[in-house]
């Protein structure tokens, strides 16, 4: 996965040797609450991130320590049933949106997305420029409270 490439290059050259070996490298995975589909490939995904190993001297981290947060409005357990081991041991965690951050597509049936629709969902969603503006406010500042290296999106326009 091109996420797993962009770990492995991350240079900490400036970095002492000693913080180096101590980091871990945390990712922030934002998933779409619309589908199943898309949680499935998220798993997948945070599965290979998670076993990334940081032989490379270069890597980000020296002692192969990636933690991964679901950010959604899935219900959790479709992702905590798939990581049991690496949620006890701290590598992974979910966080459960209240309000989700997109609508994914509006589909008239199973092939069939409604354009206007899934727009009209969506600005409704995501309200005035002020509440998207404090939205992601709100997701910076979490995001920088816990220190996260990288942020990947699975189709959640808002967290772009």
Known sequence: FFLGLAVRR????????????????????????????????????????????GDDENAATTNGEVSVVVVSSLPSHIFLTAFVSEAR???????????????GGIQADAFK???????????????????RRKA???EVA?????????VCSDTVPLAC
């Open 142 to 150: 979490w995001l920088a409270r816990e220190q996260f290296c990288f």
């Open 10 to 53: 991350m240079s900490t050259a400036r970095l002492p040797s000693e913080v180096r070996g101590q980091m871990t490298t945390k990712i922030a995975y934002y998933c779409t609450g619309h589908g199943l589909g898309h949680a499935t490939r998220v798993i997948e995904v945070c599965r290979s991130l998670l076993n990334f190993s």
């Open 89 to 103: 041991s701290g590598r992974f965690a979910y966080r459960r949106l209240k309000t989700p951050l997109d609508c």
């Open 113 to 131: 997305v409604e354009p206007r629709e899934t727009l009209r969902t969506y600005w409704q969603l995501a309200g005035e420029e002020g509440a």
């Open 136 to 138: 992601i406010e709100r």
